[in-house]
Each structure stands twice: as C-alpha cells, then as structure tokens.
C-alpha cells in the first residue's frame, strides 16, 4: 500500500522551505520548469531596486547599489547550485540562454584542438540549441552532425578524433530523459574534445557537479527552477582552464579590460569578465539574486531524492488511474502514454504524458487550477519543483486529470483555441 500523500508531507525534510514562496490559493503549480514560483522577499527588494537605487541614486547606484559588479556577484552566488566553486570566479549571469549558448560555443569553438572539423549536437534539442550549434558550425566552417540524443555517446565514438565539440542538454525539454552526465562528459573528454552542456531543466534540482567533472562550458536559464522571473538572465559557466584562452564574436564594452577607458579597439578583460556584452539587466539580475535566497542551506541532494520520489509518484498513480488496462483506456480519447523514463535516475524533475488531445485537456487542467504546460504535438509536460511542490499536489493533480480525462471535459471550443505562448 503506497504512503498516504499526507504522510509524506508531514515527514518530508524539506516541507517548511514552501514557506519561501509566494503560491497563489487553489493553484498546485507543476510548470516550474517553464516559470518558476515566485519566492519571498523578491518583490521587495525588487520594488527597492527602482524606488530607492533607481529613484534617488539614480546613475550613482552603478557605483553605490552595486550595480555594476552584478553579474559576476549573482553568478558567484549561483555557482554552488551547478557544483562550482564561487572563488574559481567561472560563472557570469547575463543575457538570455540563447545569447550565452551561442558565446559558450564560439568560446568553445576557439580553444578546440586544432585539425579538429566535427560538432556533435542533438537533433530532437530544444529548437533554439539547434540553431545555434547550425549557426556557429557555419562560422567556423565545422561540419555539424545533429544526432538523437540517444545516438550522442555512439556519434561521439565514431567521430573520434574528429570531434571539436559536443553541445548537449542535460535534461531533454519534451522527454524529461536526463543525460548521464558523468559517463558523457568522460567520454568527450576521452575522446580529448570539449563539452558544453545547457543545464536549463536540471540547474537547482539535480546535484550538477561542474567543477568536479571538469566541464569545459555550461549555460542554463535562471527563469525555470531558479525562480529568477520571467526573461531573467542567464548563466554561463567557463572552466577557468578555458577563461583567458578564450573569445566569441560578441565582443561588446562590458567584456571590454576597461570599458569606461573608451578605448576605440577591443581588448578582452581577463576572467569570465570577458563573456559579457552589453549593459546588464539590474532588474533582472536583482530579482533573481533575492530569488536565489530560496536555496539558502538547502541540499541539492535531497532536493533531487524529493524530485525522484514526486516524479516516481505521479507515474505510478497516473498507472494506476489512467494507463492500459484501466477503465476507459480501451477509448482512444482516454489513453494516456508516460513518454518520460519510467527509471527515476534516468529523467528530470520533469514527467511528460501524450495524450492525442494534449492541448486541449492541458487547457481544461488549468481551468481547474492544475497548471502544467504543453509542447507540440501531443505532449502534457509536468514539472515539479522540490522547494514547494507537496506529495499532496502530485495526487490532486493526478486526480484532476483523470477526472477531465474520463468525463471528456477537455473536449470544448475553448480549451482548443490555441493560445500564442502554450
Ligand atoms: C534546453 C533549453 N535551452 C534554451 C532555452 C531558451 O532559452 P532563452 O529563451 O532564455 O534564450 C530553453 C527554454 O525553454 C530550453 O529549454
């Protein structure tokens, strides 16, 4: 007889740390891997920010509310999350993921061993990496072979001594299938070519040991289980072996030596320094630098061990009420497939259902306050954040869910109306 939720709850290690989010009434939030929640104290400091620094000290703050030193301060502050040591100075938060994505493997891409002509990305990533690895492929004349991310550790084989660089994500956005990082990142290495992994969907719920792996390049979005905010910057990682060997086109004043010389030519500053661009987004950077105060004193082990058990329960009760042999599976409208792996240590936080008719019975989950996400064609994405999401969520959510799935309720003209951002 499996535990009662409430059970669980009461005895869970990390129950109280919901207290350091701010969760509306009637919603069980399973989208944290899309937006995370928004955490105490954030809206505060944020309103401070613009009252205060920006009000009164107005240009001064760059210099008295810390502004500029903001990116690497909040990187140094995230660092321990990814397994990096904030004194090695090998983190920056900026831009978006995208932008730092496409700087990391210029940057990669510059320090490769030389002869070098294959990079190694995944065909089934999220869009925005494939586009990347095409476009700095291009730039360096690389020839690119986009493979499954099951075919990663066999392209990687068979390239050999080919491979330049290998751009990976850890947790897969559409599967929720987690890369063995470890046996990965050896093997590039073995094979003495660089990895560069994005660590969106795992970065603040998987214990990622960048330093300990010797990681070359990594960059994840801080939006998602980092609960920075909506379009909050990024992070990027450089191993400090690479830092002042390396350079990307984006080579922009405030990774200038000395940006207020002015000087009419570019000369990199030393340290991960180098990897900004642009004037940096204080509003976003100080929000997510209070939002990070959620991780005070939390381990990411059993953040990971209370993501494993959420996750293994919601399959099993999703088994139990909706998969093959249960009432109304036999109906095609009724059949719900578990698309993520069923082994815990082989997936996110993150399960992903498909059901032919995912969008609309997503929207109809929503209504209900269950708020998870979908990705096209057929896929019900759920993702759970350890910091606030109860053993109590994963059964009303479940419960919801057969519920809409066994009456049909999903099935009318406003839950198929597609919205622009799903
Ligand atoms: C794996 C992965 N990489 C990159 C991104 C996009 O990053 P951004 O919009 O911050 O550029 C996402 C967004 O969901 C993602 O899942």
């Known amino acids: 007889v499996p535990a009662a939720a409430a059970d669980l709850d009461r005895t869970d290690p990390l129950a109280s740390l919901r207290d350091r989010f701010i969760l509306p009434e009637g919603v069980t939030y399973l989208d944290g891997n899309s937006l995370g929640a928004l955490p105490v104290g954030v809206a505060e400091r944020v309103n401070e920010a613009i009252t205060r620094d920006w009000g009164v000290g107005l240009i001064r703050s760059w210099n008295d509310a810390g502004w500029y030193p903001a990116p690497a301060r909040v990187g140094a502050m995230l660092a321990p999350i ?74 990687v084989e068979r390239a050999g001594s080919d491979v330049a660089a290998v751009s990976l994500t850890h947790v897969n956005y559409r599967t929720g299938r987690q890369h063995d990082m470890i046996a990965v990142t050896d093997q590039v290495h073995a094979a003495g070519a660089l990895v560069l992994w994005d660590l969106c969907h795992s970065a603040g719920v998987y214990p990622v040991a960048l330093d300990q792996l010797d990681v070359d390049f990594a960059v994840g979005c801080t939006y998602k289980f980092l609960n920075g905010g909506p379009g909050s910057p990024a992070f990027l990682y450089v191993n400090r072996r690479w830092i002042d060997a390396v350079s990307h086109p984006l080579q922009g004043w405030f990774g200038h030596r000395a940006p207020f010389e002015f000087d009419s030519s570019f000369e990199a500053a030393p340290g991960i320094q180098r990897m900004l661009t642009g004037t940096s987004p204080q509003l976003g950077l100080i929000a997510l630098e209070a939002a990070l105060a959620a991780y005070d004193g939390v381990d990411i082990n059993a953040v990971r061990a209370k993501g494993e058990a959420l996750t293994d329960r919601f399959i099993s009760l999703v088994d139990e009420t909706l998969g093959d042999g249960s009432a109304g599976a036999a109906d095609h409208d009724n059949l719900v497939s578990v698309v993520s792996p069923r082994q815990a240590s082989e997936r996110g936080s993150q399960v992903s259902l498909s059901h032919p008719n995912a969008y609309a019975v997503m929207q109809a989950l929503i209504e209900r306050g269950v708020i998870g996400d979908f990705r096209a064609p057929d896929i019900l994405r759920f993702g759970f954040q350890p910091l606030y999401v109860r053993f109590s969520d ?24 597609r919205k622009s951002v799903t």
């Open 82 to 155: 990814v397994g990096a040591d904030p004194a090695h100075k090998s983190v920056v938060v900026c831009d978006s993921t995208s932008v730092d994505l496409f700087k990391a493997l210029h940057a990669a891409c510059s320090v490769r061993p030389s002869g070098r002509r294959v990079l190694i990305a995944e065909s089934d990533n999220f869009p925005t990496n494939a586009y990347i690895a095409a476009s700095v492929a291009a730039a360096y004349g690389l020839e690119l072979r986009a493979v499954a991310s099951d075919q990663v550790v066999a392209a």
């Open 394 to 417: 994963v059964d009303h959510a479940v419960g919801v869910l057969a519920e809409v799935i066994t009456t049909r309720a999903w099935d009318q003209p406003r839950f198929h109306a």
